[in-house]
């Protein structure tokens, strides 16, 4: 469900991770029956030349999609700026409360119920859509006051048959809102991770089949670590 999946990414994003959209699936070609074919979530990649060597395009994509130039879709098509810059992109700005200009666009093949701009997980608009639901252009303005992002995402409410997928949906990724240098922090983000390392760390622990004293401790020290990534965000939102 890609809107469940989504506010686990928002949650992720306002702990100050940095995570690209992307589409993909962890079915391969035994399952692609039950989900339709293989490729029905696709991710755009803005690069900035087209390359002739097949080994250059495909170093440019990888590379785009690692600096977030990008947007997951199973059919909407979107475009996104906010403060003069592009998905993946950072807003840098002193500290106090800014005006932030956006503006975008969706086309799509079948009929969209809902195009929306997230500002760190909470809508702050929706979007008129015209053209029997397959088209819509925005611009507007969000205040913001502390370190975040803003992203663009169309969805419906019901499966189409051109769509073979729960529904239709697409999202860009956030432009990066950098107010004095920081990175955004949520206590209860945070809290909500915390509790998830500490369910993981107990299982790991009891796990009777790993190959070595070593691999195990090497695992458990991942989740420590993750531990105290997530334990610095909330002291850091709590101070």
Request: with cysteine.
């Amino acid at each position: 469900d890609h809107r469940s999946s989504a506010e686990v990414w928002y949650r992720l994003m306002n702990c100050g991770l940095r995570i690209p959209a992307a589409g993909g699936t962890d079915a391969m070609a035994n399952y692609a029956s039950l989900r339709g074919p293989l490729g029905v979530n696709r991710t755009y990649v803005q690069v900035s030349e087209p390359a002739s060597d097949p080994a250059a395009r495909r170093d440019a994509w990888l590379a785009g999609l690692a600096a977030g130039r990008s947007f997951a879709t199973n059919g909407p098509l979107l475009g996104f700026s906010a403060g003069g810059r592009g998905p993946g992109e950072e807003v840098a700005l002193a500290d106090g409360e800014h005006t932030i200009e956006y503006a975008g666009f969706m086309r799509s093949a079948v009929p969209i119920d809902h195009v929306e701009v997230v500002h760190n997980g909470r809508v702050v608009d929706t979007v008129q859509i015209a053209g029997n639901g397959t088209t819509a252009d925005l611009a507007g303005t969000v205040t913001v006051g502390e370190s975040g992002w803003l992203l663009l995402r169309a969805w419906s409410e019901r499966s189409h048959r051109l769509v073979f997928d729960l529904y239709p949906y697409a999202t860009t990724t956030p432009v990066w809102i950098s107010v004095g240098g920081r990175l955004p922090t949520s206590q209860d983000d945070a809290e909500y991770f915390l509790a998830w390392v500490r369910r993981l760390h107990e299982s790991a622990a009891n796990h009777p089949d790993y190959n070595s004293d070593a691999e195990r401790a090497a695992i458990l020290a991942r989740f420590d670590a993750a531990s105290e990534r997530f334990e610095a965000c909330r002291r850091a939102d709590r101070d």
